[in-house]
């Protein structure tokens, strides 16, 4: 594994390149989707570029403290270069970023149809670059286990002796769920009857997804056994099952039903 490409005289860092092409990938997503919908405007336009703009700032900001806590002269370019990113802090940042963009020009409908198949084909490219270049969940005995170099591991930041044990391979995990999520939300995208609902509905799904698999993954440990995104998910995951459940007994999931026709006798 490497951490950047060179390509002559330029070097690129690998996961910051699959990053910024995933945002392309579903940036291109959410117009594509947009236009379908008869929604591709420059208001909508303008919360998508919101939601980058907030996704970027809490990706990076949701992960700052640790760094504070780790050296003893933090600076503005360290926490750039140092502070890590947290994908669950994008994505409350992006809703962040979209529900401030929207006040601000004036939308007052959900725009989540337009960012739920946009958001996990962004994750799917952005995992990517993560599987590349950071180290590997948990050691496991199961044969798709992956076990690292020596050489390998030592171009890995936070990599230990860990990482020469067959390990799961957790970004792979996401790659797929992005995929597959991908896949059933454009199967269900206009099969639900009121709107941003099947962005409830993955996000759910992948909150879900995600508090599983952090047990296969070597994060530290932040109340208990619970790692600090677990933390996050069980305040979010039962207010997103509730606001889902809510509208489910509200009616708004269901398909609108049409009364039986009616024979009608001719000439009568």
């Known amino acids: 594994m490497i951490s950047t490409w060179q390509l002559g005289p330029w070097s690129a860092p690998i996961h910051d390149l699959f990053v910024v092409l995933g945002a392309l990938v579903g940036l291109a997503v959410y117009v594509t989707e947009a236009r379908r919908r008869g929604m591709a405007d420059r208001a909508h336009l303008l919360v ?20 504070l806590l780790t050296v003893d002269d933090p600076s503005v370019l360290g926490v750039l270069a140092y502070g890590g990113k947290s994908i669950l802090g994008g994505l409350f940042g992006a809703y962040a970023g979209a529900e401030v963009t929207k006040k601000l020009v004036g939308i007052h409908h959900s725009t989540g149809d337009l960012f739920a ?3 996990p084909a962004a994750m799917a490219v952005g995992r990517i670059g993560c599987l590349l270049t950071e180290p590997l969940g948990t050691p496991t005995s199961l044969p798709w286990g992956v076990a690292l170099s020596p050489d390998q591991a030592d171009g890995l930041v936070g990599c230990d002796a860990a990482c020469l044990l067959p390990s799961h391979p957790t970004h792979a995990y996401e790659i797929g ?9 454009v199967a269900l995208r206009d099969r639900l009857h009121k709107r941003g609902m099947i962005f409830t509905v993955w996000l759910l799904a992948y909150g879900t997804f995600r508090f599983a698999s952090e047990w296969l993954r070597a994060n530290p440990d932040l109340v208990g056994p619970l790692s600090g995104s677990q933390v996050f998910l069980l305040v979010t995951l039962p207010l997103l099952a509730w606001r889902l459940v809510r509208t489910w007994r509200s009616g708004l999931l269901r398909p609108p039903s049409f009364p039986e026709p009616v024979a009608v006798e001719v000439g009568s």
């Open 48 to 67: 998508a570029a919101g939601a980058l703009v907030g996704g970027v700032l809490l990706a990076k900001g949701a992960t700052t403290w640790r760094y």
């Open 177 to 185: 769920f992005h995929v597959v999520s991908l896949v059933a939300v």
């Open 117 to 119: 198949p946009a958001v």
